[in-house]
DNA sequence: GTTATAATTGAAATTGAATTTCAATATCAA
DNA sequence: TTGATATTGAAATTCAATTTCAATTATAAC
C-alpha cells in the first residue's frame, strides 16, 4: 500500500503533478479492494470517505492510476470498463463465462513466455497484453442449455 | 463466399429469420473486404451498392454476423468496435503498436494448445478468445522516444 | 508574506458509439 | 386474400466516457 503510494507519487512527480487529498483517497480506495470496480463502483466507495469528491476526479484518477501501471483496464462484458490491480500483480488472463458472466483469473508462466517469443519474431517490444478466454464456466457447461 | 452465405441463410433459418436483399449485400460487402471495418466503415461500403441501406440495418446484420459465427468483434483502439472475418479464418492474436496504432496479426498452435490446457483446469469450456499484445512495433521501438 | 503561475477540482454539459423505437413495408403461411 | 410476423431506415435515445469551465487551491518567485 504504502509502496503505491510512493509509486504514484514518484510517477505524479514525474508529470509535474501532485499528489492531493483527493487522488490519495481514490488510490487508497482502488487499492484497498480487491474488486474489478468501474469508475462508478469506485466513486462510490470513495464517497463514503470524502463526500465531496466528483465523478471526474475519480475517473481522471484511474486514468493517472493507468498510466503509471498502478492499474489497468479491461472489459469483461463488452460494456463498461473497469480496473484491476497492476502494480505487484502477475500478468494474468480471464476466463469469462459468456453465459453467468463469472470469471476466473489465470496464469501461466509458458504461455507468456510463447508470447514473448511470438512478439520477437516480428521485432514487436511488447509493453503488456490482455487475454480473454471466452467460453462455459464448470457449472453452467453442466447445466443443459435451452 | 458462396459457402458464407450458406452458412448465414442456415443460421437465420434456424432462427426464424430471412435472408433478406439487405442482409445479403451487407453480407457480401464484408466478405468481400479483407479489412477491420467499424460499422460506419461497412455502411459506407454497402451504401454504393444500394443507396438506401441504413446504419441500423448494417448493425443488426454485423451482429447477427457475429451470433453466427461469421464475424467477430474487437476493439483495438480502446474506442470503436470493429469487426473481422472469423469464418474459414484461424483464431489469431493482434500486436497492437500502442505508439502508431499499426497492429500485426499473428498465430501460434503451441500457445492455442496451452490455452485450451490452461482452461482444462478450471474444466472450462472454451468458445473463443481474445488476444491482445500491446507494445511497440518494430519501426517505433527504433524510433527515439520524446 | 505577497503575488503571479499553474494545477486541481466538481458540477454540469458534451460527445459519440451503440442501440432502440416506431411507423411503414415486405414477406410468408394458411 | 388475410392475418401474423419479420424487416427496414430514419430518427431518437441511451449511457459510459470525456471535456468544459469557473472556482479553488497549491506552488514558486520575489
Known amino acids: 500500500m504504502a509502496d503505491a503510494i510512493s509509486v504514484f507519487r ?4 514525474k508529470k509535474g503533478l501532485k499528489l492531493t487529498r483527493q487522488r490519495e483517497i481514490i488510490l487508497k ?5 480487491e474488486k474489478h470496480v468501474t ?6 466507495i470513495v464517497k463514503k470517505k470524502k463526500q465531496s469528491i466528483g465523478h471526474a476526479t475519480v475517473f481522471r ?3 493517472l ?6 492499474a489497468t483496464s479491461l472489459n469483461l462484458d463488452g460494456k463498461v470498463t473497469r480496473f484491476e490491480h497492476k ?6 488472463y480471464h476466463l469469462v463465462c459468456t453465459k453467468c ?3 476466473i483469473e489465470a496464469v501461466d508462466p509458458e504461455i507468456e513466455r510463447l508470447q514473448q ?7 514487436f517490444k511488447v509493453t503488456s497484453h490482455k487475454l480473454r478466454i471466452l467460453g462455459l464456466c464448470k457449472e453452467c457447461s453442466r447445466k443443459k442449455r435451452r
Open 65 to 70: 492510476m493507468c498510466e503509471s501501471d498502478l
Open 29 to 33: 480506495a482502488f487499492i484497498g479492494t
Open 10 to 13: 514518484a510517477f505524479l512527480k
Open 117 to 123: 517469443a511470438l512478439a520477437k519474431r516480428f521485432s
Open 101 to 103: 458472466g463469472k470469471f
Open 87 to 92: 502494480y505487484g500483480h502477475e500478468q494474468h
Open 61 to 63: 484518477t484511474l486514468k
Open 39 to 44: 469508475t462508478d463502483d469506485l466513486y462510490e
